[in-house]
């Protein structure tokens, strides 16, 4: 598993970690993953997983030199400073853990001043409960006023969507994210089922690599997201084969041809403001059933809707 640095902060982490949203079942497959070397965990307040994620970090105690890096978030109805240390405490204590690695403001919250929640976030550094901080979803304006707000402390992270086909990012917010030495967490990096991005691949591009290459579409999806420097991903399965599938997207590189190759065939998107608060205003507990429904929709037209 190729490592690369969070931010500047001298601490290496795994390209790929394991995602948990919606994550069902045991830990099972979670436990593969670590076994094979994604040592980086993330989880959040409110995908209800964090407990389960503790569980198997008590497994993993018994395992001699092993360190899992986990990461979670804070809901944004809870960045006032009081709800804010709750939210810590309750993290640490479903994990089990004395000090939380990544720390992240799960996506901005404009009604609550972000002094108030980065003063929070400082305290709690300072006080050994934190190790490090990150934000989600966080524009770079956000970000700015952000680390503005955090004074001598470093925002490390901005966990963000990126994909072949959701390229959004590549704008503004990867760009200074490199020149600022944070780390780009990419989730959805499958875009949520490797068939939506097999979709916006009219001349079967990626098939044709996998073949080539002996790897699997997953994995060249995947691999092209870590291609750049400062930015790992979170692939989420709840199976143990595909788990160790997408570890396997690490510890090569795809050649700068097939990488500038996939850039110019898949068809993607750069999602406008419009489209962000369009998915903003779709509740999170009917994002499944979304994408449930679009699957049943002709491939043509299930292209338009990534
Ligand atoms: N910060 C945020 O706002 C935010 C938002 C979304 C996600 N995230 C994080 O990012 C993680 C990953 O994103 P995601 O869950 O949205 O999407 P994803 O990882 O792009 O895709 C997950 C989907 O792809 C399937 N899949 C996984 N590996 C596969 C493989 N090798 N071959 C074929 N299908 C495969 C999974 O099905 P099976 O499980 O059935 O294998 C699942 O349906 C989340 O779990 C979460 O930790 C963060």
Redesign the pocket.
């Known amino acids: 598993m190729h490592l690369k640095e969070l931010g500047k902060t001298g601490v290496f982490i795994p390209e790929i970690g394991l995602?948990?949203?919606?994550?069902?079942g045991d830990t099972t497959a979670l436990r593969k993953g670590l076994d094979a070397g994604a040592m980086f965990i993330?989880?959040?307040e409110s995908?209800g997983t964090e407990l389960l994620v503790g569980r198997l970090l008590s497994e993993m105690r018994h395992a001699v030199h092993k360190t899992v890096f986990v990461a979670t978030?804070i809901s944004p109805q809870n960045f006032r400073a009081k709800d804010l240390r709750n939210s810590v405490d309750s993290s640490l204590s479903k994990l089990g853990v004395e000090t939380i690695d990544l720390m992240?403001l799960?996506?901005p919250n404009g009604a609550i001043p972000i002094e108030e929640t980065m003063g929070a976030l400082a305290v709690l550094v300072d006080s050994g409960k934190i190790r490090f901080c990150g934000v989600?979803?966080f524009s770079v304006r956000e970000l700015q006023a952000a680390q503005n707000a955090f004074g001598k402390h470093k925002i490390v992270s901005n966990?963000?969507?990126y994909?072949l086909i959701d390229r959004t990012i590549e704008k503004e917010i990867l760009p200074y994210c490199q020149a600022n030495d944070i780390t780009v967490i990419a989730?959805?990096?499958?875009?949520?089922?490797?068939g939506r991005i097999l979709d916006c691949d009219p001349n079967g591009t990626i098939s044709r690599m996998a073949q080539a290459t002996g790897k699997?579409?997953?994995q060249i999806m995947i691999n092209w997201c870590n291609f750049r420097d400062g930015i790992v991903s979170?692939?989420?399965?709840?199976?143990a084969e595909?788990?160790l599938?997408?570890c396997g997207a690490s510890g090569w590189r795809l050649s700068p041809d097939d990488f500038a190759l996939l850039n110019r065939e898949i068809k993607f998107r750069h999602r406008t403001n419009f489209d962000s608060l369009v998915r903003k205003l779709i509740p999170r507990s009917l994002h499944g059933t979304a994408v449930k429904l679009r699957a049943l929709l002709p491939r043509g037209l299930r292209r338009r809707i990534t």
Do not use: C, F, M
């Open positions: 995602g948990t949203w919606d994550y069902k993330d989880t959040a995908y978030k992240q799960h996506e989600s979803n966990q963000v969507r994909n989730y959805s990096p499958l875009a949520k089922g490797v699997t579409p997953a979170i692939p989420k399965s709840n199976s595909r788990v599938e997408n």
